[in-house]
């Protein structure tokens, strides 16, 4: 079994034959990455359900709505964790704290992308001499030396974006930046390590091709790239959203 970094987190790369047993326990799958056969078993997307008002924002600190709640179950009781807004402009400032998360997940998957990538390789005889000139390297070597290069940018944009919103200061500019670059970045730097690995990077049995998959939703949600990039040219050229659209 082989941990590999991920936004944070650690997913599991099972070994051929390897099973995780679950007992009792329940487990959302959300697609067959894990799942070697099935039996008198299927994956269905359930629908929701409106089951009527649940909770309903009503104090003066709340808004309108309140952005994410996330609910957790600890044992009979459920613990409901949001974060009230006053209005539009408290929802704006919002997306600037979570937006350099987010980019941080494109900096997760690319990496994890990469690391695996190089471990194929390195099994191949394959390994990078961060030394040798630019006309001195193969294709596949200059393709992973200007994928990291692509990587640290992005990190360092992120880093800068992260330490603002730590530190109080006005990262509306950054923080779209660093989602913009990180999020692209990471789905062209997974879907590359596939390209490079050839088959061994669109088969399942390794997670190369999941990362490809994955990677997209990263560009997309909490703000397009092209409402990123809109962002940033506002901040730029001190144009309201009215005058620039």
Not at 96 to 113: I, K, S, W
Not at 143 to 166: F, G, I, P, Q, S
């Amino acid at each position: 079994m082989r941990l590999l970094p991920f936004a944070g987190l650690f997913l599991v790369t099972l070994l051929p034959g390897q099973v995780i047993e679950l007992g009792g326990r329940l487990e959302p799958f959300f697609d067959r990455a894990l799942i070697a056969e099935s039996k008198g078993a299927d994956l269905r997307l359930h629908e929701p359900r409106d089951e009527g008002v649940v909770m309903k924002f009503d104090q003066t600190w709340e808004g309108a709505f309140s952005a994410y709640c996330t609910i957790l179950r600890d044992g009979d009781r459920l613990h409901l964790y949001y974060r009230g807004k006053k209005a539009f402009g408290g929802v704006m400032q919002t997306f600037d704290n979570t937006r350099p998360m987010v980019a941080a997940q494109g900096l997760g998957v690319a990496r994890a992308a990469l690391d695996l990538t190089l471990e194929l390789l390195r099994e191949k005889g394959i390994e990078l001499d961060f030394e040798k000139g630019y006309h001195q390297m193969s294709a596949v070597e200059n393709d992973l030396y200007e994928l990291e290069a692509e990587y640290e940018t992005a990190r360092l944009l992120v880093l800068k974006a992260a330490w603002m919103a730590d530190n109080k200061q006005p990262n509306s500019k950054n923080a779209s930046m660093s989602k913009a670059k990180a999020g692209r970045m990471g789905n062209q730097v997974a879907l590359k390590c596939v390209e490079i690995c050839g088959q061994l990077g669109y088969s399942k049995t390794h997670l190369l091709e999941k990362f490809a998959r994955d990677s997209k939703i990263i560009d997309i949600y909490e703000g397009t790239q092209q409402i990123q990039q809109l962002i940033v040219a506002r901040q730029v050229l001190g144009k309201s959203s009215s005058e620039l659209k």
